[in-house]
């Protein structure tokens, strides 16, 4: 089978777009969170989010009308097109069949809903448009980066919630791999959402004021927003090419909690399946690990476990293993949220940097692992596990390594 | 890598009955579930009426289960207990099994009430048990929650073409030995905002009749349900005892990339999606004994079809035997493709392929019938193409050693 690598990152988040705002960003401990400006929070017990602040669709898309398409797809669709200007492709020259899309989503386009239910309370269901409801499912992400790009090879969707996008890239490397693309556009998208926000809120998992994962006072998560698309090349064809390659794609590994809907395993028991299986497919072992791009939402429970998971499987080493979570920075933006993450752990591989978890003040005295707390370090990671949880009980952890001949 | 997978059992229900042998005994009788809906005044659909999940999954825990939800779990208990592969008595669950679900609307009546009560009650006041159906992924985290499923589970949506991508994708997970045995399929609901976005789309059939390829074709009927099977690795069946029923051959899907919400009349992904399930199988197109197609009565989507399929199989389409169930039991749309296959892995096992419900005497460019047509051949060619550019066909056949 081909080996596969990364290529080209594209990037719309909370703080900035495109790969080096992204990065430096990230390194700098920026962060992306601020009052909610979507919508109107008051009768919210909390006001913060993670949004993207004057994002201007027509300045990315050249084929998609932004009137006609959903926010989370002008996300994909632009960070598409960054992707692959930062791989060094002119999209106008790529070879149609043999280029693909995957994605993953929480939401799909739920803005649509929300619109469906606005008309149907101001003026009864019948004012409902007919071309509303077939711009909400979440297939319409990929397709939408499809006609974008006018490229006709394999295209899915994989909406597993928080997950979803390392399911995605797992997908794009599998097409690539196996001979079924050459090149694969892969990530994540969301847009923020009033239902996503009322959702967790109601569940008391949002944060009042800051994202802190694993601190010993985290309070919760914060709702975001974004896009990341990664460029994946077999690695013969980005050779040939003289591509800028960011990392290699070693392999991932998925399970399921099957325990509860929102809560994860208290044990971790599907956490360290999933990390289990990435480490077998990758073959690679768990002392090859040199970083972790946490999942760390910054909920006392998820925090929680994911130590415990990390500490069960890299038993006395646990603590040697920097692990990180940049949702303290970009807030929690659901599908995209691995992706982004992905695209964050290429880059420490290609750059030797790990970005920080800001926000960390207290040790938590139950697992006191190293988060790298406040400041990025260089340390020059070889092998890194990237992890990701979603509701479902869907876990995925994917493996990078940085590339070496 | 393991090289072949294997088709174990099925799981099924919609709105022409629950279970294989019901399901397939219907489609020979060449009824069609569309009438007036019950639910949905002044719509045409296929639904199951009087749907009660109890008898296969008791009455425990299935009050938190949206319809979506209760579909998949029950297809999943059918294909679970007729593979002996069920963990009921189980203590903790096999984490070599697991589900692959497609669909397309998916939670959306879950989502749309649940922000309905935000905004009738305000968001402090709605119910947080409903938010974790919300998620798109919510049928296929709570059917494996209720059967224990502990392995690979994974949600994916590729338009109408769904239900064959999820086949696929397990197929593939298989055979990178990340799991033994995989439920691969779909479900959809009908809801009342998908139905209310079919009607204003104004894709339903007027006269509430689909004629799959007829020239008086006036439009779709939308259906509803689940069906799955249960995937396995040769080895695992074997190491079971199991003699596989199906064994899946070879895929290939194209994107149009023309629009979100119409067929592409070029065909030109359906075309590519069918030349590659047949070269990724090695095989030609007089190798296909019959074909079950995708299509529902669309004026579009059913021209699309027939022009992809005169170019692959040019002068000799008219000799072989296809059949549109869709005019049976509606279009389940992320379900579709895993109800056609479940069609075509019948035909084969009964070698021949059931009547088309709402046959057309005018479609002569193929070779539908309102009756069975015998079979004779190795190997069944399963179509999905939607409306949203995804398109996708897959090769099976009868299990041999």
């Known amino acids: 089978m081909k080996r596969v690598v990364v290529t080209g990152i594209g990037v719309v988040t909370p703080i900035g777009s495109g790969r080096e705002t992204f990065w430096n960003g990230l390194l700098a401990g920026v962060s992306g969170i601020g009052p909610v400006t979507s919508f109107d929070t008051s009768a919210f017990p909390v006001h913060i989010g993670a949004e993207v602040h004057g994002f201007a669709p027509e300045m990315h898309l050249r084929r998609l009308n932004p009137a006609t398409t959903g926010r989370a797809s002008q996300f994909a669709a632009a960070a598409a097109r960054m992707a692959l200007a930062d791989a060094g492709l002119d999209p106008e020259r790529l070879d149609r069949k043999r280029t693909g899309v995957s994605m993953g989503t929480t939401s799909g386009e739920p803005v649509y809903i929300e619109e469906y239910n606005n008309i149907r309370k101001a003026e009864g269901a019948d004012a409902i448009p007919g071309d509303m409801m077939p711009r909400y499912p979440c297939h319409v992400i990929p397709t939408h980066i499809a006609m974008e790009l006018d490229i006709h090879g394999p295209c899915l969707m994989i909406p597993t919630a928080c997950a979803a996008g390392n399911y995605a890239i797992g997908y794009g490397f599998d097409v690539i791999r196996t001979g079924r693309a050459d090149m694969m556009l892969s990530g994540g998208a969301d847009a923020f959402s009033r239902i996503t926000y009322m959702g967790f809120s109601r569940l008391g998992a949002i944060a009042p004021e800051r994202c802190r994962p694993f601190d010993r006072n985290r309070k919760g998560m914060v709702p975001g927003e974004g896009a990341a698309v990664l460029v994946l090349e077999p690695l013969d064809k980005a050779k040939a090419r003289g591509a800028t390659i960011y990392a290699e794609v070693l392999g991932y590994g998925v399970s399921c909690d099957s325990h509860h809907m929102t809560a994860a395993h208290p044990a971790g028991d599907g956490a360290i399946r999933a990390m289990t299986a990435a480490l077998k497919e990758s073959k690679v072992s768990r002392d090859d690990v040199s970083y972790i791009s946490a999942h760390g939402t910054g909920t006392p429970t998820n925090d929680r476990v994911e130590s415990l998971a990390v500490s069960t499987l890299f038993e006395s080493r646990a603590r040697e293993v920097p692990m990180s979570s940049i949702k303290s920075m970009l807030g929690h933006t659901m599908g995209a949220a691995s992706a982004m993450e992905a695209a964050a752990c290429s880059l420490a591989l290609s750059t030797g940097w790990v970005p920080p978890t800001i926000n960390h003040e207290q040790p938590d005295p139950e697992y006191d692992l190293d988060y790298v707390p406040n400041k990025a370090r260089r340390i020059d990671p070889r092998i890194v596990l990237n992890n990701a949880y979603a509701f479902g009980g869907n876990n995925a952890s994917l493996c990078l390594a940085r590339h070496e001949d | ?401």
């Not at chain 2, 009955?17 to 009788?29: I, K, P, V, Y």
């Open chain 2, 1 to 401: 890598m393991n090289d072949r997978v294997a088709v174990t059992a099925a799981g099924v229900i919609s709105a022409i009955g629950a279970g294989s042998e019901t399901f397939g005994c219907n489609l020979e009788s060449g009824r069609s579930a569309s009438a007036p809906s019950e639910r949905f005044p002044g719509v045409t659909v296929a639904e199951i009426t009087d749907f009660n999940p109890q008898p296969w999954l008791g009455a425990k825990g299935i009050r938190v289960l949206d319809r979506s939800a209760r579909l998949l779990a029950v297809a999943a208990k059918m294909a679970l207990d007729e593979s002996g592969l069920s963990q009921e008595n189980a203590e903790t669950g096999d984490p070599n099994l697991g589900l692959v679900c497609g669909t397309v609307f998916g939670s959306l009546h879950s989502i749309t009430s649940f922000d309905w009560s935000g905004i009738e009650e305000g968001p402090a006041w709605v119910n947080p048990m409903e938010f974790p159906n919300t998620v798109i992924n919510a049928p296929a985290g709570q059917a494996a929650i209720k059967h224990k499923l502990r392995g690979v589970n994974s949600t994916v949506c590729a338009g109408l073409a769904s239900g064959l991508f999820a086949i696929h994708y397990a197929a593939e997970f298989l055979r990178f030995g990340r799991a033994r045995a995989l439920l691969a399929g779909g479900v959809e609901e009908l809801c009342e905002e998908s139905v209310r976005g079919f009607a204003k789309t104004g894709v339903i059939s007027r006269s509430g009749v689909a004629r799959p390829f007829g020239v008086e074709r006036d439009g779709v009927v939308p259906g509803e349900g689940s069906a799955l099977w249960m995937l396995e690795t040769e080895e695992a069946a074997a190491d079971r005892g199991r003699t596989p029923w199906l064994e899946v051959l070879g895929f290939g899907c194209a994107q149009d990339a023309h629009s979100i919400n119409g067929f592409d009349l070029r065909g030109e992904g359906a075309t590519e999606a069918l030349r590659q399930a047949l070269a990724n199988t090695g095989i030609s197109p007089e190798q296909i004994a019959c074909i079950v197609s995708s299509a529902s009565g669309s004026r579009a989507g059913d021209e699309m079809e027939a022009r992809a399929l005169e170019r692959v199989f040019g002068p000799q389409l008219p000799d072989v035997p296809i059949c549109a169930p869709k005019a049976a039991f509606g279009e389940v749309m992320g379900a579709s493709g895993a109800f056609c296959a479940l069609v075509a892995g019948l035909s084969l096992q009964r070698q021949a392929i059931p009547p088309t419900a709402g046959y057309a005497s005018d479609s002569v460019r193929l070779q539908l019938s309102p009756a069975g047509i015998p079979i004779s051949g190795e190997y069944a060619l399963v179509n999905a193409f939607g409306c949203d550019g995804n398109n996708a066909s897959l090769v099976i056949r009868l299990w041999e050693n």
